[in-house]
């Protein structure tokens, strides 16, 4: 059984940063594709943004594509999502996805992601 482990998460007032860590066990093979997702009460999980394998490849949701950056540990099922001039409306769990197979592009698709982690809190509050 796949782990999958985020951190990071936290309180944080409008215009702060955080940065969350995410850890995945793998099935060997290549690294694998890994995303970041969040919800927000009463909504639906949103993907925000991914990164190949490789990490030759990241894609990002159109908002907020310009505050948040994701990365990776090169042949490691580890992966960050740099967070900059946070909003309350970027209050959510986040959630860390690992798409297993995949190494070389990025899917935007939850269903494709077969393991996930528990969640970490991010509250944006003054």
């Known amino acids: 059984q796949v782990q999958v482990t985020e951190s990071g998460g936290g309180l944080v007032q409008p215009g702060g940063s955080l940065t969350l860590t995410c850890v995945a066990s793998?099935?060997?093979?290549?690294?694998?594709?890994m995303a970041w997702f969040r919800q927000a009460p009463g909504t639906e999980r949103e993907f925000l943004a991914g990164?190949?394998?490789?990490?030759?490849?990241?894609v990002y949701a159109d908002s907020p594509k310009d505050r948040f950056i994701i990365s990776r540990e090169k042949d490691a099922n580890t992966i960050y999502l740099q967070m900059n001039n946070l909003k309350p409306e970027d209050t959510a769990v986040y959630y860390c996805a690992v798409d297993h197979g995949r190494y070389q592009t990025v899917s935007r698709e939850s269903a494709e992601f077969g393991s996930w982690g528990q969640g970490t809190q991010v509250t944006v509050s003054s």
């Open positions: 990164i190949s394998g490789l990490g030759t490849s990241a």
């Open positions: 793998r099935r060997g093979g290549w690294a694998d594709t």
